[in-house]
């Protein structure tokens, strides 16, 4: 049975509050100071994004071309980085950043030759603190490689499947149909967005290539005239964005339909595979505390 959204949350922050207290033994045993830290909002939405409907979201953000939520605007582009480990790495000399950064990556990152990814851990390699904390995630008998590789194989054949389903391809069609029944001009939900990304620019007199929600909110406070124009341009966004809603939720429900059908024959098929992959999907592993 599938995890609830906060049961999935809680598992992701659980695993990775584990790595973390792993990692910071272990940047010990090399003698380095490193504090276990979990950014608050990890896997979080701000909870006022996270409660509005679609269609109140729409009417907020469209396609964030021209628009775009207050809510998110008030976020900061680039959060201040409150990690704590940032201001002990920040007061080392550059040769202790260096064996720092071997410490905890296993390899010096700005070697051009440095690894990305080594022994299915996703973090670097094992040599360093990050990657070894990231192995003891995974189960004792890991799925191999070629597990791994062919569960993946398998979800992106689903994908194509349900693009090729005979009754998605109708459903697309009757989509496409009910967007230019509406005067839109364009056959797909990307062929909207470009839509309106040429409207904003059109009525704005701003550049395409300068077309950014943030831009515009800066341009309009040049004057009354430019105020006026984006909130034309936003006008248009909020109704192409709600049409476009309207249109794709008669065939939302079809495409649910049928990934849940396909996804059962997956299942089906797989099941001693995807036993073997599953631990490297969602790992929940107890913290060090005993919690």
Known sequence: MPLAKDELIAANRGAEI??????????????????GWVDPAFDLLPEEIAE???????????????????????????????????????????????????????FDPSDPDAPEFIDNTGFGSTEGCL????????????????????????????EEAIEADTRVIA?????????????????STDAMIQLTAQMASAITGVELELIDPVYLKEWAKESSGNAKRLAEA???????????????????????????????????????????????LIQNRPLLSGG
Request: charged share 25%; glycine share 4%.
């Open 18 to 35: 584990f790595r973390q207290d792993l990692t910071a033994e272990c940047m010990a045993q090399k003698g380095f100071e490193y504090e």
């Open 52 to 106: 509005l409907s679609p269609e109140e979201l729409l009417r907020l953000d469209g396609f964030q071309v021209s628009l775009l939520a207050e809510l998110e605007l008030n976020i900061p582009l680039e959060p201040p980085q409150s990690d704590p480990n940032i201001a002990q790495y920040d007061s080392l000399t550059e040769a202790g950043r260096k064996q720092w950064d071997v410490a905890y990556y296993g």
């Open 131 to 158: 990657g070894l904390a990231a192995q003891s995630l995974l189960p004792d008998n890991p799925a191999t490689e070629a597990e791994l590789n062919a569960y993946f194989e398998l979800v992106n054949s689903v």
């Open 171 to 187: 459903a697309d069609e009757a989509f496409s149909l009910c967007l230019r029944n509406a005067g839109y001009d364009a056959d």
């Open 234 to 280: 936003q006008e248009f966004e909020g109704a192409a964005a709600l049409k476009t809603w309207a249109c794709l939720e008669r065939t939302e429900d079809l495409r649910v339909e049928v990934r849940a059908e396909l996804e059962q024959e997956l299942v089906d098929q797989n099941f001693e595979l995807l036993l073997a992959v599953k631990p490297h």
